[in-house]
């Protein structure tokens, strides 16, 4: 059987490669618009990514621009949860796993890592897309890499179950920061950019682009790789394979439970009726998230502090973030 500290760290490295590349696609979008919108309040929007994001917003005292929501988010290497420091906790996880991890894998997040600061230069002089860019590329090469450099064992069911379990609370992020606002805003199209989801899309709909169709499609569709139902799924296929005792009634495993719950919750929903309580919706599917990962944990690793990211809901001004240390 895997020792419990190689499967703990193959889960989340799953995680903080995902999250890492979904903060860039996120930020990619938001400084976009930001740059584009002469009519925006950029403190306020820049403040709102970060929430989105789980992460802590600087004093309302200070302003933040597109640099320091970019400094913030991306290039802090001494803030937990930066697009830095999820790489550098990526590598460090896959350096204490090395006998379950094959060597293209190391030598990508290595890489990856040791070429940060040439990307940040590269960002810093041709603006912030080189350096998203590149985290996005990298994050597409690990992927690719796990799924040709690996056995479909429990090795790589405990990488693809923490990337989907965070695919899922990071698509969520995505829809919540959009929740509410009006059906034509143009700001649906900026979730399908940020989940690379648009011209997929638009070839499915026809270029009905319309906030039903978006969430149908986000939430929904089950081909599309980083909808919320097919990752849900992938998560639900990758317990299920590493859920081997038998179990003459009902599931053995409360996280395989929860998910399945939650992936008939959504198969079942009546279309053309999405938006009816969406917020309620999104905010319950991230709940999940977070029961999910504590039953993985107490149940295949060894039970210790993890990373929590603080949700997506509108703050009271009080503590972002839960505060359990890193691993």
């Not at 302003?63 to 590598?91: E, F, M, N, P």
């Not at 860019?133 to 069911?157: E, I």
């Not at 986000?218 to 081997?244: K, T, W, Y």
Request: aromatic content about 8%; glycine content about 6%.
């Amino acid at each position: 059987m895997m020792l419990a500290r190689n499967a703990e760290s193959l889960y989340w490295i799953g995680r903080y490669v995902e999250r890492a590349d979904d903060m860039a696609r996120i930020l990619d979008v938001a400084i976009q618009q930001l740059l584009e919108d002469a009519t925006v309040d950029v403190d306020a929007q820049a403040r709102l990514v970060i929430q989105v994001l789980g992460l802590e917003a600087p004093s309302t005292d200070d302003q933040i621009d597109v640099w320091s929501l970019t400094d913030r988010v991306a290039y802090d290497k001494d803030s937990i949860g930066s697009i830095v420091d999820l790489i550098r906790s990526a590598r460090e996880n896959a350096r204490g796993a090395r006998e379950v991890t094959s060597s293209e894998m190391w030598e990508c997040l290595n890489t990856t890592y040791n070429g940060l600061g040439d990307a940040e230069r590269r960002a810093r002089r041709l603006g912030p897309h080189e350096f998203l860019s590149y985290v996005k590329n990298r994050a597409a090469m690990f992927a690719g890499l796990a799924d040709a450099t690996l056995s479909q064992d429990d090795t790589y069911r405990y990488l693809v179950l923490g990337r989907s379990i965070e695919r899922v609370d990071m698509t969520i992020r995505m829809l919540l920061a959009r929740a509410g606002e009006r059906s034509s805003s143009p700001g649906w199209n900026g979730v399908l950019v940020s989940a690379g989801a648009q011209d997929t899309f638009l070839r499915t709909y026809r270029g009905q682009l319309d906030a039903e169709n978006v969430v149908e499609f986000i939430l929904l569709d089950r081909l599309f790789p980083r909808s919320v139902f097919h990752a849900l799924r992938m998560a639900e296929q990758s317990l299920s394979g590493l859920e081997n005792r038998p179990s003459r009634v009902g599931l053995a495993a409360e996280a395989l439970l929860l998910l399945g719950r939650a992936r008939s919750s959504l198969e079942f929903l009546e279309p053309g009726r999405l938006l009816d309580g969406l917020q309620d919706r999104l905010l319950d599917l991230q709940d999940t998230c977070a029961a999910v990962n504590e039953a993985v944990t107490a149940q295949y690793f060894h039970v210790s502090p993890y990373v929590s990211w603080a949700d997506a809901r509108v703050s009271d001004g009080e503590d972002h973030f839960i505060e359990e240390s890193e691993l």
